[in-house]
Structures are given as structure tokens and as C-alpha cells.
């Protein structure tokens, strides 16, 4: 990693220019900036070719995968159904709803 480089300061007049020291960083060798030149050159044409190759996928979309269907019930759901099939363990089932549920203000 190259270290950091200092601010330069640009003198004001022509004359001055003499008194300013060259930059102490090294630069890239000119055969990695063709490259680097090179592979931004292509930079627009690759992006491209990935734009429409999405527009392409998404046209016509797949068709969602359906859910897999649970063998059985949850004991939760087993227990409610055992609780709706009796008459008095119904109506208990709406009093309770009746009473914790939202309050008349919220329904």
C-alpha cells in the first residue's frame, strides 16, 4: 500500500515554481495503466450486457414455487379444533375472544 501522500501547494506566481518540491510518490508502471484504461474502457459495454441480460430474466418472471404443505396439524391448531367441536368449550372460545380481545374503540 502506498503511503499517504501530502498535500500539494500550488504557488501563486511562474517564479515560484522552481521552489516547489516534486512529488515523492511513485506511480503506476504504464503497462498497468493500459490496463487499468483498458478494463474502464469496457467498464459501459459489460454493464450493458448485465442490464439487459436482467431485463431479459425478468420479462417473463418464474412462477413462484408453491409452499410446502405441512404434514398433520400443530398441536396448537389440533387443540383448537378439539376446542370448537364441543358446544360449551365454544362459547367459552367467544367470551374469551369477547374479552381479550381489541377494545371497542379499535374494532
Known sequence: MAPPRSPVRFPEE???LDEVPAPSFQLAAMEQSAAAYERASRLDLQTAARLQAVVARTAEPAPAQPAARLRGRPAEAAQVVGLLQHPRS?????LASAILGLPKALE
Open 14 to 16: 511562474a517564479e515560484a
Open 90 to 94: 365454544a362459547r367459552q372460545v367467544v
